[in-house]
């Protein structure tokens, strides 16, 4: 394994020197800066194992407000670096605070070596471990956003537009839409139970199963029913999904569609009319030989469907309201006149604007327009 590689950050020479000796004793490849602008250069330039960071500099070296700051920043740019905090006027309040605020480990000035060693032996270990877990994430969040449409099906008369973000690496939002014939389309929108890496699994087998059986089922009902035992053999019994599935016929004008429990996709007419798309059944993966209806509606030129996952309504403010389902059909009633791409970017403004912070669940959204 390569020797280990720590940027020192500290604006005492004697304090450098010192540790520079004893680290390079010890194996380590050390790098010594002494300003905050030092540490955010090296930082965002070059590759570390841990950063042992001081407090306090030139500008203020006492409180380690200046220390405090810097280590927000570089939480920011890079938040798997472990930082190992340093300094002579430590107290309870500050150490605690520092630990909040994204330090691994904290030293008192004079530090003991062999204390110090072994703090940055264990921080070095960890931070290398979750960087490994971070890069995996990584690497499972482009294998799902591939098993997504990279591209959206053309359909004669037809706009598709869709939005997806997972709450964390991964999530269990699902979307998809097929092309059948030249004016004929089917279309999904699913939430697995659940976030993370567990859902993530889920929900690509369920993107697998849909796609196996989108070109051999013709009923959307049929297609929940085959779905329903697919999740009931391969899932938890505290799992389950919720799912919407479609069959549009552009040429018809017509719509079919099977609701298993999902948020009922909203139907603004072109005249202002709203539809909820409701019939159909229980969630999938709860209950055996559950039967699922299918309704079916016109679709005309001018209408439009809204199809969401419930990380979109309910998202919520820090006064823990939710953004609901009435303040998001005014706001698609109020901008029906607009285009896909437009009416798309009017809710997400609006969502996260209410929101005020970062969505804390998956988000789905899928909007298609009969022109």
């Known amino acids: 394994m390569e020797s280990p590689r720590i940027l020192i950050a500290d604006d005492q020479p004697h304090i450098l020197e010192a540790l520079q000796l004893l680290l390079k004793n010890e194996g380590f490849v050390a790098e010594a800066v002494t300003s905050p602008a030092a540490v955010l250069e090296a930082v965002q330039n070059r590759s570390f194992d841990v950063l042992l960071l001081d407090l306090n500099y030139a500008r203020d070296t006492t409180s380690g407000v200046e220390g405090l700051e810097l280590l927000s920043r570089i939480q920011e740019f890079d938040s798997s670096l472990p930082v190992v905090l340093m300094t002579a006027w430590g107290s309870i309040e500050l150490a605690v605070e520092a630990m909040q605020g ?7 000035k004079p530090w003991d070596n062999d204390k110090l060693l072994s703090a940055l032996r264990r921080q070095i ?4 471990v979750l960087r490994e877990t971070k890069r995996e994430m990584q690497e499972a969040r482009e294998i799902q956003q591939r098993l997504l449409p990279a591209a959206l099906p053309k359909l004669s008369g037809c706009d598709i537009h869709s939005f997806w973000k997972p709450a964390k690496d991964v999530g269990g939002d699902y979307f998809d839409a097929m092309r059948l014939t030249d ?3 089917a279309f999904c929108i699913a939430d697995v139970s659940g976030k993370g890496l567990p859902a993530a699994l889920l929900m ?3 993107q697998a199963s849909v796609r196996s059986l989108a070109q051999t089922t013709s009923s959307p009902a049929d297609m929940c029913s085959r779905l329903n035992r697919v999740a009931l053999d391969n899932t938890r019994s505290d799992r389950f999904t919720t799912f919407f599935y479609g069959i549009l016929d552009s040429a018809r004008r017509s ?5 298993a429990g999902h948020v009922p996709p909203i139907l603004i007419r ?3 009319v709203i539809e909820r798309l409701s019939e159909g059944g229980m969630v999938l993966g709860v ?4 039967n699922y209806n299918e309704a079916e509606v016109a679709f005309e030129p001018g209408d439009r469907l809204i199809l969401i996952t419930d990380g979109i309504n309910e998202a919520a403010n820090i006064g823990y309201e939710e953004f609901g389902e009435d303040r998001l059909v005014r706001l698609l009633l109020e901008n029906r006149h607009l285009g896909a791409a437009e009416v798309q970017r009017a809710v997400l403004d609006a969502v996260n604007s209410f929101a005020g912070q970062p969505l804390q669940d998956d988000a789905t959204l899928m909007i298609i327009s009969m022109r």
Do not use: C, I, K, P
């Open 287 to 290: 209950f055996h030989d559950v």
């Open 204 to 206: 690509s087998h369920m």
């Open 183 to 185: 004016s004929t389309g």
């Open 125 to 128: 270990e960890e931070g290398r």
């Open 270 to 272: 072109h005249n202002g």
């Open 102 to 108: 994204g330090g691994r480990d904290f030293v008192q």
């Open 255 to 259: 719509l079919r569609y099977s609701n």
